[in-house]
């Protein structure tokens, strides 16, 4: 048991599985014996908007919105919004994020900088986890859609997360559809088995 709370936030759009990804750490957590308190701050997320859940646990949680500045990991299923999270990063705070830029309307994928986002994230933490995650996801399937497993993946294979790795299969085993687990378990994995 951690002594302090801990502060996550996830980020991304709608439709990536934020909630989904936001859900199977919470029920995770509760199994680890943690109190937890979860929000969600959304536009149009089941249109493509930009969604951000924040998820805190420890021994005993008043809030549920991670303080500014006060996230000790932000998992992010897009470079740019990664970057906007960054107002609860200080340091110390991990950020884990899938390097593709989905370029949400307005933008255009051409006018946005990705090196320039990269160097903007890193002048408020040295501690910045790129994931070409569609590249890695298609060793297994052609379906991009499960960015959100391999992240956590990712968060518990390099122990980012105050949670056993047991936990969050046993979370994501009761939240995710029977016909699509076995898929989304190798995606999980792909860390793990030193595929990548």
Known sequence: MI????????????????????EILAKAAIYQGFDVKQAEIH??????????????FGREVFSPLVPQAGADLIISLDLLEALRATNYANSKTQILTNSKLFSPQPFEPKKIDSGKIINDIKKITKNLKLVEAEE?????TKDTAMINILMLGFASALKFLPIKKELILKAMKE?????????????FHLVFLKKI
Request: charged share 20%; with cysteine.
């Open 3 to 22: 002594n302090k709370t801990f502060n996550l936030i996830l980020t991304g759009y709608g439709g990536q599985g934020v909630i989904t990804m936001a």
């Open 43 to 56: 536009g149009l997320a089941q249109r493509g908007g930009a969604l951000e859940c924040h998820l805190r």
């Open 136 to 140: 890695l996801i298609k060793k297994i």
């Open 175 to 187: 939240r995710i559809r029977p016909i699509f687990i076995e898929t989304n378990l190798k995606i």
